[in-house]
């Protein structure tokens, strides 16, 4: 039977646990409960942007390929968003777990946010399985224009300057696949993962669902952290940490004082 932890004095023996251990193999997961101390809202939690009443529908490829402008029209003001949030300490905690690690851990940080933040933040290892808001892309898979960065709104769709297609931004709407790059490194990186932490996320759902299922056969000690209890359990995690990121995270990971 899965633990749950919700104490500072729990968190702070997990912490003595995880420390005590040499883990060579670290995989995270993030998902939008990582950035909500940063402003940055939900996709589809309570009060989550697809679930405001003035948007009728979520933005799947179906409606980047009826309309693109609806699509800029969601996304553009969301660069405005993201690019006035800052990290906040569960980004910068990772960060520095990261960079605190020995050189013989190799450590994978997967998310699902299009933010930014975790780069931000001074993450280095990152793996976008949903792309990046803040990039362009043209929506013709054949056209040879590499992705940019790109903070415009675009009120208007842009049109591509070599084909001449509408660009979109580079995040992977409802029902598309994820990229293949993205998906290939975090199965590799699942493969031999020995820690598994998905943070802000529910863990009965897709991705992290999978994924902790990849971890668990892997042999992975495999942890939640997240606001609200898994409903249902998911059986493959073996320890749920209840709080906000921006707690937990800074007494799970920080250094030993
Ligand atoms: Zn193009």
Redesign the pocket.
Known sequence: MAATLTSDVEIHELRAQLQATAWRHIVVLTGAGISVASGLPTYRGPGGLWTRPDIEEVPDAAMLARDPARIWTLFGPLRGSILTAAPNPAHLALADWEARSPETTSFTLLTQNVDGLHGRAGSRNIVELHGALLRTR???PA???SPFEDTAEHPAPPL??????P?RPDITLFDEPLPVDAEWAAKKALRECELFLAIGTSGTVAPASNFVRGAKYAGARTLLVNLTPMQPRHPDFDIEVLGRAERVLPLLLGAAS
Request: net charge neutral; hydrophobic share 25%; charged share 0%.
């Open positions: 043209c929506c013709n056209c040879t224009l591509c300057t070599v084909c001449g297609q660009l």
